[in-house]
């Protein structure tokens, strides 16, 4: 026990090493949204402003109009992609997993073969998909086309898998139905898959600057990750309202995390003795 305990040591020594070289970066952006830019672009990695100021949070707010249509727009297709992800990617799985259905290897080996392609390649059909349905500039050209993930339906499906049958077997007995086995009983129990599968899709939609770079050129429905490159000029970047714009992007991100987190750890296991 006690040399378990010596090689435990310098395992959370490097860890504790790895979260402070991590948190760096976060902490100097924390503090540059409250430094001026002339002490921004002076240099030195000083994380206590020597004129501490809030104008730059002010500034983003009252200053540059369309800020708050930017944080709306990203929270309304950060949220709707999440919430179709949880529900079609859950339902696909968990037909994968337990339906018989003529096709269902066929569709389950399509699915890994779309693992296996990379995002950027379907950029431009993509593109040109949304173009002839005229959804360039609009909520629905940023949401539709990420509604479902196959690297989630994947993952709900081996969930799903290990489920175990008699809890769906009881809930036939009294008289559930498929569909209400699904919502009342197996998708409540699903907890930790789902919570993991929200994080990370929501930190995706969150982060996604490529997609609404391609799609987009209203400045109106610019999301943030979109809205704060505008920031940056031809001869002048103003990295202190990007810092601070940085921070208010980063807060929704963090509250998802600590919200679901919970769920994500009491699930990282699951034995179905519930």
């Given amino acids: 026990m006690k040399s378990l305990n010596l090689i435990k040591i310098p395992l959370y020594l490097l860890l504790f090493i790895y979260a402070i070289i991590t948190f760096i970066p976060f902490a100097w952006a924390l503090s540059a949204s409250f430094k001026t ?5 002076a240099g030195g990695i000083n994380f206590i402003p020597q004129q501490f100021t809030l104008q730059n949070y002010q500034r983003i707010f009252t200053q540059e109009p369309l800020f708050g249509r930017w944080l709306f727009n990203s929270v309304v297709v950060a ?8 529900l079609f990617n859950s339902m696909a799985g ?3 997993a337990r339906l018989k259905f003529p096709g269902n290897q066929f569709w389950f080996f399509l699915i890994l073969a779309v693992l296996m392609i990379p995002g950027q390649i379907t950029l431009i059909p993509t593109f040109l998909i949304l173009k002839s349905l005229g959804w360039l500039n609009s909520y629905q050209g940023l949401i539709v086309p990420s509604v479902i ?4 339906i994947f993952m709900m499906r081996q969930f799903f898998v290990s489920f175990p049958k008699e809890l769906e077997e009881a809930a036939a007995l009294d008289g559930l139905g498929r569909l209400e086995t699904f919502f009342q009983v197996v998708l409540p129990l699903a907890k930790p898959a789902l ?8 930190m995706g939609a969150w982060n996604n600057f490529l997609t609404p770079l391609l799609i987009l050129s209203d400045s109106e429905m610019f999301t943030l990750p979109l809205g ?4 940056k000029g031809q001869y002048i970047s103003y990295w202190n309202y990007i810092m601070a714009a940085s921070m ?3 807060l929704p991100a963090l509250a998802i995390y600590a919200f679901f ?4 750890i009491q699930g990282v296991t699951f034995t179905g003795s519930k």
Avoid: G, H, K, P
């Fill in 37 to 41: 830019l002339a002490e921004i672009i």
């Fill in 79 to 86: 949220v709707s992609v999440t919430a179709y992800n949880l």
């Fill in 94 to 96: 968990y037909a994968l």
């Fill in 149 to 152: 993930n196959a690297t989630f």
């Fill in 195 to 202: 919570a993991a599968q929200a994080i990370f899709v929501f």
């Fill in 228 to 231: 704060l490159n505008t920031f």
């Fill in 248 to 250: 208010m992007f980063t």
């Fill in 261 to 264: 987190n919970r769920y994500f």
